[in-house]
């Protein structure tokens, strides 16, 4: 196994965090610096590209670990978010790579598994019933889609209908609900997970906007539990 002496986590995205570990000084932990611009007279947040580089150039020439959390396009993301988010997430790469650093792509469902804190009795049963959910809207679709097609009234065939497209919306509405309630319970558990590893900086995860921050902080700790550090 090669030996590192600096691990990076990076949690990408506006309101995401940079996590720095050296075993030979304090733990770096920071939001991602961005800064505001105009576009069509609307204000708009963008990575703060120099002040990144200011960051991880102090650290070129070292054997340094770079963990990102892997970007995808999410269900429902508009095309514009998602160019934005391609962009800022090429440009963190980027500059890893003519750093010099080994940079490590990792989705959030692998490091998250390192930490059981972040998966409280309140998400399972949260995640169950988003599942039965999801089985009774298909039971009950399937239901009506065949009498959709034994109906010989057109006004009968249009309320089955209408009911169909009613039903998918209440669902749908229920499980976004659901897995919002999943995500920021999720965020609450790593702020509380890091503060725990981390007691003497604890106070910097105390707002409910550091989930970044401690999302970097975990990714790096991931990064350093699969590798060894000098």
Same mark, same amino acid.
């Given at each position: !196994?090669?030996?590192?002496?600096?691990?990076?986590?990076?949690?990408?995205?506006?309101?995401?965090?940079?996590?720095?570990?050296?075993?030979?000084?304090?733990?770096?932990?920071?939001?991602?610096?961005?800064?505001?611009?105009?576009?069509?007279?609307?204000?708009?947040?963008?990575?703060? !590209?120099?002040?990144?580089? =200011?960051?991880?150039?102090?650290?070129?020439?070292?054997?340094?670990?770079?963990?990102?959390?892997?970007?995808?396009?999410?269900?429902?993301?508009?095309?514009?978010?998602? !160019?934005?988010?391609?962009?800022?997430?090429?440009?963190?790469?980027?500059?890893?790579?003519?750093?010099?650093?080994?940079?490590?792509?990792?989705?959030?469902? =692998?490091? #998250?598994?390192?930490?059981?804190?972040?998966?409280?009795?309140?998400?399972?049963?949260?995640?169950?019933?988003?599942?039965?959910?999801?089985?009774?809207? =298909?039971?009950?679709?399937?239901?009506?889609?065949?009498?959709?097609?034994?109906?010989?009234?057109?006004?009968?065939?249009?309320?089955?209908?209408?009911?169909?497209?009613?039903?998918?919306?209440?669902?749908?509405?229920?499980?976004?609900?659901?897995?919002?309630?999943?995500?920021?319970?999720? #965020?609450?558990?790593?702020?509380?997970?890091?503060?725990?590893?981390?007691?003497?900086?604890?106070?910097?995860?105390?707002?409910?906007?550091?989930?970044?921050?401690?999302?970097?902080?975990?990714?790096?700790?991931?990064?350093?539990?699969?590798?060894?550090?000098?």
């Amino acid at each position: !196994m090669d030996k590192y002496q600096i691990v990076i986590g990076v949690d990408p995205g506006l309101t995401g965090g940079i996590s720095i570990l050296d075993k030979n000084k304090e733990i770096v932990v920071c939001k991602i610096p961005v800064k505001s611009i105009i576009i069509n007279k609307k204000k708009k947040n963008i990575y703060d !590209m120099e002040e990144i580089v =200011k960051l991880f150039s102090s650290y070129k020439g070292g054997k340094v670990l770079f963990y990102i959390e892997k970007q995808s396009v999410r269900n429902g993301e508009g095309s514009v978010s998602a !160019m934005t988010i391609g962009k800022h997430y090429g440009q963190l790469l980027g500059v890893a790579y003519a750093l010099g650093f080994e940079v490590i792509e990792i989705t959030p469902q =692998k490091w #998250k598994k390192q930490f059981s804190e972040l998966v409280t009795q309140g998400i399972i049963d949260k995640r169950a019933e988003i599942k039965e959910l999801r089985i009774s809207f =298909k039971e009950e679709l399937e239901k009506l889609v065949v009498l959709d097609k034994t109906l010989k009234d057109k006004g009968l065939k249009k309320q089955n209908k209408e009911y169909i497209k009613i039903l998918g919306k209440e669902s749908k509405k229920q499980i976004d609900k659901l897995n919002r309630q999943v995500k920021a319970e999720a #965020k609450t558990n790593a702020r509380g997970a890091v503060s725990k590893f981390f007691p003497n900086i604890s106070d910097k995860f105390i707002k409910k906007n550091t989930d970044g921050l401690a999302e970097s902080l975990l990714i790096a700790l991931y990064g350093r539990s699969q590798n060894e550090l000098v």
